[in-house]
């Protein structure tokens, strides 16, 4: 007999996972409180490094099924999302997701919505690369500098250059400038 487990993560200490399990009881789904796994972490924490997602993934047995509430209580990033269902999906457990109308996310009818769903996160990612991209030339175009600025002023910049053009190291300089040694190597570079 399949047994019932409900997944229920918040990303911060001020939030409750109560609202989650309300939602899943109001489902028709009868929860054993030792069933219902709850946790504050990121969801942009890969769930497999979750520990409490973890140990339940070593209590799921073959035909149980996993309950969340929402596709984003497993994750937010679409791969990894679809391989952790693509885990459970091998352990021969059911992957229920309410807000997508109760659809075992393992069955073809789940593997298309992910399908269309990682579809649509790496179009979301595309445009996003696309706009950070052209927003990067047109400020290169209005002549904008783009990075960081230096730690150090230009004479600095010039007294590192010329003390490491003597054989002086990385170490010093970044101590005698209070800078990191990373700093002391770009101004070398920019020789």
Known sequence: MSRVFAYCRVSTADQTPD???LEIQAAGFKLEPR?????????S????ERKG????????EWDDVLI????DRLGRNAMDVRATIERLAEMNVRVHCLALGGVDLTSPAGKMTMAVIAAVAEFERDLLVERTQAGLLR???QGKKLGRPSSLTAAQ???VRDKRAKGASLGDLAKEFGVSRSAI???????
């Not at 190597?185 to 020789?191: I, N, P």
Request: proline residues 2%.
């Open 139 to 141: 400020a290169v175009s």
């Open 157 to 159: 910049l010039q007294v």
């Open 185 to 191: 190597q770009r101004a070398d570079r920019t020789a």
């Open 19 to 21: 609202n989650q399990l």
């Open 35 to 43: 069933r219902v796994i709850t946790e504050t972490v990121s969801g």
């Open 45 to 48: 924490t890969p769930a497999m």
């Open 68 to 71: 969340v509430t929402k596709l």
């Open 53 to 60: 997602f973890s140990k339940l993934i070593d209590r799921l």
